[in-house]
């Protein structure tokens, strides 16, 4: 079983930056990916990132430039960075953990419970 915390959620000005980390613990194995998601209530949750366990990262188009995602391994933590931050970045934001069986592919299984960002204009 893998547990995923997500922390580093707040209220920011537009413009501003924010890191979030999400502590995970629990072995998947074989080639994995994590990754993070969004959602506003009302809408459907959207994908920001993934990163597979060689590395290899994918954003989406509309952080691309502005978002970062990357891992620490020693310390099992995913991390996305949000640097020029809009109003319309306002979410809960969701770590994703899963295995990827075919490069550029993941199945999602296990999520934790999210983390707010809030960006004022």
């Known amino acids: 079983q893998v547990q995923l915390v997500e922390s580093g959620g707040g209220s920011v000005q537009a413009g501003g930056s924010l890191r979030l980390s999400c502590a995970a613990s629990?072995?998947?194995?074989?080639?994995?990916?994590m990754g993070w998601f969004r959602q506003v209530p009302g809408k459907e949750r959207e994908w920001v990132a993934t990163?597979?366990?060689?590395?290899?990262?994918r954003h989406a188009v509309s952080v691309k430039g502005r978002f970062t995602i990357s891992k620490d391994n020693a310390k099992n933590t995913l991390y996305l960075q949000m640097n020029s931050l809009k109003p319309e970045d306002t979410a809960m934001y969701y770590c994703?953990?899963?295995?990827?069986?075919?490069?550029?592919?993941?199945?999602?299984?296990?999520w934790g419970q999210g983390t707010q960002v809030t960006v004022s204009s």
């Open positions: 990163i597979e366990s060689d590395g290899i990262t």
């Open positions: 994703a953990a899963g295995r990827s069986a075919v490069p550029g592919t993941c199945t999602y299984t296990y």
């Open positions: 629990g072995y998947i194995g074989g080639r994995y990916c």
